[in-house]
Every structure is written in structure tokens, then in C-alpha cells.
């Protein structure tokens, strides 16, 4: 490891030492060996960053030393400046590499220098001090899942939605980085969950028929009829029952039976939801604050929410791009999907998601194939890997208060609900970088040389309210698409 990183600097080496403490690893191979080479790197340290307190190895002991790298002589039994670690594994490796490097201290008194190991609180302040966070030992799966079903439930009489602080784990973070999605287990408190459910299933009944003009209209604006392209908004906003959209439907040659879902957009801010838990955890600081970090972007804004609404026998979602959908150019969209019942397995019926890994970095599938070529049908043989993996991945089985995050460049779909009997209902809500700006054609129908516009039409009502009031290509605020990260730049009032 030292000879991949010669230069190591003596804050490196202090802050290596403070992380081998602090994960268990002091004394092994390559963490003794670098700094039984360096050892005297930790008083220049100690000068160079004038430390109030340090720790300097010499023949196999740390000793603690004050700023001026002097020794503290040994005060009372348990003082904290005449701490003593006595680094076993450490002395054995460097007396390997370095025959002088023997202990002269009798067993006696090694016995009673390794007695005074530091405690766990002492090392943790000792790695905050070095501007970094202490690593915890992760926990057995069972255990975890024990943990985090505990803290969802103190949580669930706590004001979650207003103090509350995300804990992402770093495996968490790296798997979002890489795979464009990853899994929040018990991220919510059942009791919002319930809360949600509550809420959103009778804005569902009461809102039916605007979910199927929305479908009527997507389909419409989708027609190789150029008059039902350009007419797609008013001939939607004709129909009076569901009845009539789904006839409009099957006249253009589909099975109203095979739409993937039913959708409801942004109910967080419509006059009639009577949703305010939803209200509540979209505008959250405990969203947010995660959007932030999965998102790496210090401003966040809200987007959208959209409930799903798969019923028995609706078709398969196919595969697709959230941001292929969103008016942004941006490639920092983030949407958290939440289920509102238990989610199975897939062989049981499950319908998550299902996401192609790393497919929100595969830049050549859109650039050199477009955004309908056939490589877009093959996409089990592009990112096949091997018999056991063939680049396709999913969560499931989820439980309540489990959360999925996806970028917005993941691809990812759903399969049909043939095997259930229940309705199954998620809420996403998404989030976009607060720098992000609005592009210019994202409500023409038809660019004027007859193609059709780059992207899908199925978010068109969730921004048709708000975008023509946006200009174009330029940073901007709305109400409707609220920032709400940081705290101190939010376009709203807390309530």
C-alpha cells in the first residue's frame, strides 16, 4: 500500500491511523507496515497541524503527546493524557521488517500498557477531530434488519417529517453511484405509510377519470395521425366518463386492459387532495436532505409526485427513463419510490421495479442508436453478464416503509400484474438538482421539420402548469417546483 502511495502525506498517515482504530484494523498487514515506515511522519503532523493532543509510535507504543510534541509525564491511574496503547501486531510486523525495532518493555508492564487501551468514544473524537466520520462495523443482516425496524418504530412518534436526519450508509451511496438505484430498508415509519394510504386511496376513486384522460392524451400525442398529435389536449378534455376514454383507446388499436398503470400527479399541491401527509413528506427536510446526498448536489428541488396505480391484469410497464420524461436538461433527477403495501418476490407476484444496472452511465445507447433504435429492444443482451446475472436487478421483496431510489437516467420497468388480485399502489416522488434548467421545446408537439420531439409525453400534466411560466435556459424559482435544500434557500413556509 505504501509503495502504491509514496507521497503519503503526515495528515494522511494520522487520519489512517485514527480509521484503523476506529475499524478494528490496527495491526494488520498493510496498516502496521506503513506506519511502523513512517512513524516519525506523525510528529510532523503534529507541528505542521499544531494539534491540541497526538499520538507518536515508538518501539511498538503510541504515546500521547501535547502540541509541542513533548511528552506528558503519567499523572493519576486513568488520566487521559497518560494513555498508553501498546500495538502488538504493529510491533510484531515493523520488528519483521526492522530487526532493531524490538520491545524492551517487560510482559509485566505490556500487559499493563495493552490494559489501557483507548476507549471507543475516545477514538471516535479522535477521528472527528480529524475532520472525518467514525465507521462503524456493519451489522449482521439479521441484526441490522432488527435495528432499523426498532428505529421505525421509535420514530413513529416522533416528528419524523420536520427534525428528523437521514441515515444513508455509505454501501448504500456507492450502490446508487454505480447501479443508478438502491434500496432504503425501513426508511419510513409504518405510521406514514398508513397515513399515505389513507389519504391517497380516496383522492384515487374521486380523481379516476382525469387519470384516463391523462392516458387518452398520451396516446393521442403518440398517433402517426398528425391531427390527433396536435389536438391531443383538447380531444382528451372532451370525455366525460371512463367509458368513453376507454373506447377513444381501443379505436387506436389497444387494449384498454393492457395500460401498465393509472397515474396521478403532484396531489401535494392540489386544492382538493386533502393529502397532507404527503404535502408534508415531499416537502420534508428528511427527503431532501437524502435527495442531497444521493444526488451530490448542495440545491434541490421538487419535482413531482406521482402516484401509481397498477391494477389485476394491468400490462407490463416497458422499460424506460424518468428524465426522457422531465422537462430539465439535467442529469441529477432522483426519485424515491414508495410502496403503500408489502411488495413479494416477483415469482409471487411482485410488481416493483426492475432496473438495468449502470445503465444511467451508458452514454453510447441513446448517442449512437437514438432514442427508438433497436438496441432499445435488446437490452437484456447488452448488459448481459453472466448465467446468474444478466444485468437486470430488483429489491423485492419489499415491506412497508422500504423505499427504492433510482437516477433518473436508470432504466428500469415493471411486470404485468397477471399473478395478483390486489391493487397495488406507490408513490414517487422526485427530486432535481436546484440548478437544473428548463429546456426549450418541452411542450411542442411537433418540431417544424415534422419529427417528433426528443423525450416521452407521460409528464406533460404534471408540468404543463408551471413551465410556461419558466424561461428557458436560465436559473429560475417557482412555487410549484419549490427548492427545499438547503433549509435556509426553501421557496416555501413551514407550517
Known amino acids: 500500500m505504501h509503495r502504491r502511495y509514496p507521497e503519503m502525506k503526515p495528515f494522511n498517515l494520522l487520519a489512517l491511523y485514527a480509521l484503523a482504530h476506529a475499524t478494528g484494523t490496527v495491526g494488520s498487514r498493510e496498516s502496521s507496515h506503513i506506519l511502523a515506515r513512517h512513524s516519525d511522519c506523525f510528529r510532523e503532523a503534529l507541528n505542521r497541524h499544531e494539534y491540541s493532543a497526538g499520538f507518536v509510535e515508538s518501539n511498538g507504543v503510541v504515546t500521547h503527546l501535547d502540541h509541542r510534541n ?67 462495523p456493519p451489522l449482521p443482516a439479521k441484526k441490522k434488519r432488527q435495528q432499523q425496524m426498532k428505529n421505525s418504530e421509535e420514530q413513529n412518534g416522533k416528528p419524523l417529517l420536520t427534525e428528523s436526519i437521514p441515515d444513508i450508509p455509505l454501501r448504500t451511496q456507492l450502490d446508487y453511484a454505480r447501479k443508478g438505484h438502491a434500496v432504503l430498508r425501513s ?73 401498465p ?103 453510447a445507447l441513446p448517442y ?19 448465467e446468474d446475472h444478466d444485468g437486470v436487478s430488483h429489491h423485492m421483496p419489499l415491506e412497508v416503509g422500504d423505499v427504492t431510489v433510482h437516477n433518473g437516467w436508470t432504466l428500469h ?9 390486489e391493487d397495488r399502489y406507490a408513490l414517487a416522488i422526485t427530486y432535481v438538482d436546484g440548478r437544473a434548467e428548463v429546456r426549450e421545446d418541452v411542450l411542442l408537439g411537433v418540431e417544424r421539420d415534422g419529427s417528433a420531439v426528443q423525450g416521452d409525453r407521460e409528464d406533460v400534466w404534471s408540468f404543463r402548469p408551471w413551465v410556461e411560466e419558466v424561461k428557458p435556459r436560465t436559473p429560475f424559482r417557482h412555487p410549484f417546483v419549490p427548492i427545499v435544500w438547503p433549509l435556509e434557500r426553501r421557496d416555501f413556509a413551514t407550517e
Not at 449512437?368 to 453472466?386: F, M, T
Open 187 to 259: 426508511f419510513l415509519p409504518t405510521n406514514i405509510i398508513q397515513s399515505l394510504r389513507s389519504e391517497l386511496l380516496p383522492y384515487v376513486k374521486s380523481h379516476e377519470l382525469e387519470a384516463w384522460r391523462q392516458k387518452v392524451e398520451v396516446q393521442l400525442a403518440d398517433s402517426s395521425d398528425s391531427y390527433y398529435r396536435q389536438n391531443a389536449r383538447s380531444i382528451a378534455s372532451t370525455f366525460k366518463t371512463v367509458e368513453e376514454c376507454q373506447d377513444l383507446i381501443e379505436s387506436l388499436g389497444l387494449d384498454a386492459k393492457d395500460l
Open 368 to 386: 449512437w442508436n437514438g432514442v427508438e433504435g433497436l438496441e432499445h429492444d435488446r437490452l437484456e443482451n447488452r448488459y448481459y453478464r453472466d
Open 413 to 421: 420497468c415493471a411486470d404485468a400484474a397477471d399473478g395478483t388480485k
Open 70 to 136: 513533548q511528552r506528558i509525564p503519567r499523572r493519576r491511574k486513568g488520566h487521559v493524557a497518560s494513555k498508553q496503547i501498546e500495538l502488538r501486531a504493529l510491533a510484531e510486523s515493523s520488528s519483521r521488517s526492522d530487526p532493531k525495532r524490538t520491545s524492551s518493555k517487560p510482559r509485566r508492564q505490556q500487559q499493563n500498557l495493552q490494559m489501557k487501551r483507548m476507549k471507543q468514544s475516545e477514538i471516535h473524537d479522535l477521528v472527528k477531530g480529524l475532520g472525518l466520520e467514525p465507521v462503524k
Open 261 to 363: 398503470f393509472l397515474q396521478h400527479f403532484n396531489t401535494w399541491r392540489a386544492v382538493n387532495a386533502n393529502a397532507p401527509t404527503v404535502r408534508k413528506l415531499c416537502l420534508s427536510p428528511y427527503l431532501a436532505r437524502s435527495a442531497s446526498i444521493l444526488l451530490d448536489s448542495p440545491t434541490v428541488r421538487l419535482y413531482q409526485d406521482s402516484l401509481f396505480h397498477k391494477r389485476p391484469g394491468d400490462g407490463w410497464t416497458p422499460y424506460h427513463s424518468d428524465c426522457r420524461m422531465a422537462p430539465f436538461d439535467t442529469s441529477k433527477l432522483i426519485t424515491f419510490w414508495i410502496p403503500l403495501q408489502n411488495v413479494p418476490e416477483p415469482e409471487c407476484g411482485g410488481t416493483g421495479l426492475l432496473f438495468v444496472d449502470g445503465s444511467h452511465c451508458d452514454f
